[in-house]
């Protein structure tokens, strides 16, 4: 395979995002079809010299020029996509969730198991430069054995209501990010996850049936605890921290800044804040998670996030918002 021909189905935020790097940052990649209801992708199709421009995924798929399917379309259809995607025998990029069922995720997961494709989840964090030094340091026992894990993620404002009804809620939508980290940064399996949340930010989140504010506690198989705190709001902006501490030392990643300059006065120290937005925050991971996507299909690789990882993080959302309901502890032993 020397150049893999791409088709997007669905050209919002992620799926610009992936498009715009896939046209102009991948020599071994080609964007050879689009896939949106939206009466703009033809323009968005031109801009990038994409030829085809479907309105229907399933015509997408049958194009016989597509060899892999980004899948950015909304969090519903996830599931269906990938089924017809692996049925055609289409490789698969795939935003998370797969979706908000177990059992439906678990079925997914069969017919792409059956259909001998592959299925790359994009949790994108486990891509940052910074976080995956962080996860080095841990892997080479630089700070002894992890104790505790400390991940801060806070968005600088919270997303339309609307979309928050048919998201999930904040532990499916928002701090399954922060869950698979907590896999990834230690290396080890959750097995009991205790959730705490409030509605501080927004009345209509929770009417909604949600809440937006969260403290998370993971237990790990080897003992080792993680804490989780997400916000839908800091004023100050997208606050993204990470913090591991051992037996040995503590290592972690702070926020990225607009700048990294400073100013010292007789009131105290000044300095940017951090930046505003994820597609900001995150755009070199947007870019190496796809550069790894590319390079499992090149080389015949196993995803180095696969659907097992996306089964395992929806279940420890699942674990978190049954303990927010009952008010406990939730083995995810109860959960898978």
């Known amino acids: 395979m020397s150049k893999i021909k791409f088709g997007i189905a669905g050209v919002g935020r992620m799926g610009s995002i992936h498009l715009e790097n896939l046209v102009t940052k991948f020599q071994d990649a080609e964007v050879v079809a689009i896939s949106d209801i939206n009466p703009n992708t033809k323009t968005l199709a031109q801009k990038f010299g994409v030829p085809k421009v479907y309105t229907q995924f399933e015509d997408m798929v049958n194009d016989h ?25 289409k490789q698969i990029f795939c935003e998370k969730p797969m979706d908000l069922s ?17 299925l790359f989840i994009a949790f994108n964090r486990r891509y940052d430069p910074n976080f995956q030094e962080v996860k080095r340091m841990v892997s080479n026992g630089k700070i002894g054995k992890p104790q505790i894990i400390k ?19 904040l532990f499916l939508d928002m701090a399954i990010h922060d869950f698979d980290m907590a896999r990834f940064i230690s290396g080890k399996e959750v097995v009991e996850v205790y959730a705490k949340g409030a509605v501080f930010v927004d009345d209509n989140i929770g009417k909604a049936g949600d809440i937006d504010t969260a403290i998370t506690t993971l237990t790990l198989e080897n003992g080792a605890m ?26 972690g990643s702070e926020n990225k800044l607009h700048n990294n300059h400073f100013y010292y006065d007789e009131n105290g120290v000044h300095s940017a804040l951090p930046l505003d ?29 696969s659907g097992q990882d996306g089964i395992i993080s929806l279940a420890i959302g699942l674990a978190a918002k049954k303990s927010l309901k009952e008010n406990r502890a939730v083995k995810l032993s109860e959960i898978l």
């Open 65 to 89: 020029n597509v060899d892999a399917v980004v899948i950015c379309s909304p969090t519903d259809f996830h599931a269906n996509h990938i089924i017809i995607a692996a049925k055609a025998g």
């Open 102 to 118: 177990l059992d439906t995720v678990k079925e997914v997961l069969k017919v792409v198991e059956e259909a001998g494709v592959k």
């Open 151 to 169: 991940i801060t993620s806070r968005d600088p404002g919270p997303p339309p209501v609307s979309y928050i009804k048919v998201s999930g809620g």
């Open 226 to 251: 993680v804490i989780i705190d997400n916000s839908r709001k800091a004023a100050y902006g997208y606050d993204q921290r990470l913090e591991v501490f051992g037996s040995k030392g503590m290592c």
């Open 277 to 305: 937005f994820f597609m900001d925050r995150y755009a070199d991971s947007y870019f190496n998670e796809m550069k790894a996507f590319i390079s499992c299909l090149k080389n015949n690789e196993e995803p180095s996030t």
